[in-house]
């Protein structure tokens, strides 16, 4: 007994010293099990709010205004898909399976990004989206590149590649309708109203309350607090949102000239907590939404595992 926690205690502590001296973390590597399970959440619900993310835009392919808007979105579409399958796959390194970490996704034990549960009722929802969302992603998520679990990191080097494009496409769109009339400007500014508290909600609670960052900052899982990166995010977007002609809901935004940052309302937590709690305008259609899809494509995942399976027989045959 006395030999087995030696030996974890060594282990213990080489894993420690990885952490600080910023080494990678492999998948074959031993880490705690409380890293893994750590692991597993955070990558598991990243990889799950990729595919739930790709519903309210692909709401609008068929109602895109122009070809040229339409190709542009169902490129972007494909792309969080393929986000997804890096992410998953990503976890499967830490030894759970793609069905289990998706079926507590359809069971309602793993979440997904809250932003994901509002509607996009408009077409000016799907550019806000791409320059709102995918810029509070991309800050958040660079820092992920630097994560300390090797497989998730590189798996975000191109992940932020193609977010940042699907950021710049956003904001491109948006500033067409910025400039066109003033329905397309109402338009905007309707979207903009809508979704600004809900990105702000995306980087979690604000750090006192959050259960989990300051073990994930410990571990250098993330680098940066929730709060510190929604700070950015604000600092970063407010002036593209004066460039635009557009405001904020809030009127409490105003720049600190000593500081530099802009300061910022009150974001009202009962309302992120209640779409957590599965209760957010389209959390059931959601669900609902990808608990079809899986059923639908139980054929297809039927034959591939047949055809995997004869492949291997052939292989060892061989």
């Known amino acids: 007994m006395m030999i087995d926690e030696q030996k974890s205690d060594q282990r213990q502590a080489q894993f420690d010293a990885k952490i600080a001296a910023d080494i990678s973390i492999e998948a074959k590597d031993w880490m705690p099990d409380a890293y893994r399970q750590n692991l597993i959440r955070q990558i598991g619900q990243h990889a799950h709010s990729e595919v739930v993310g790709m519903l309210p835009e692909a709401n609008w392919i068929t109602r895109a205004p122009t070809l040229r808007r339409k190709a542009v979105l169902l490129a972007k579409v494909q792309d969080e898909a393929g986000h997804g399958l890096y992410l998953y796959s990503a976890a499967e390194t830490l030894g759970c399976s793609r069905h289990e970490i998706y079926q507590n996704l359809l069971d309602g034990k793993m979440k997904y990004s809250s932003i994901f549960n509002y509607p996009t009722l408009s077409w000016a929802d799907v550019g806000v989206i791409g320059w709102l969302v995918d810029g509070a992603a991309i800050v958040n998520q660079v820092a992920l590149c630097r994560a300390s679990y090797g497989p998730y990191a590189r798996a975000m080097v191109k992940i932020c590649k193609e977010e940042s494009f699907h950021q710049r496409q956003g904001y491109e769109a948006v500033t067409v309708l910025a400039k066109g009339s003033a329905a397309q400007r109402a338009m905007l500014q309707d979207a903009i109203n809508r979704f600004w508290w809900p990105t ?119």
């Open 200 to 318: 702000l909600m995306m980087f979690g609670p604000n750090d006192s309350e959050s259960p989990n960052s300051a073990q994930s900052m410990a571990w250098k899982i993330k680098r940066f607090s929730n709060d510190g990166l929604r700070q950015k995010f604000i600092d970063n977007t407010v002036p593209q949102l004066e460039a635009l002609g557009m405001t904020a809901p809030d009127p409490d935004l105003v720049r600190d000239a000593t500081s530099g940052h802009y300061r910022f309302g009150e974001i009202d937590w009962a309302e992120f907590y209640q779409v957590l709690k599965g209760q957010g305008i389209c959390n059931h259609e959601r669900l609902e939404a990808k608990r079809r899809a899986w059923e639908k494509g139980n054929w297809v995942r039927e034959a591939a595992s047949v055809h995997a399976k004869k492949m291997a027989a052939k292989n060892q045959a061989a």
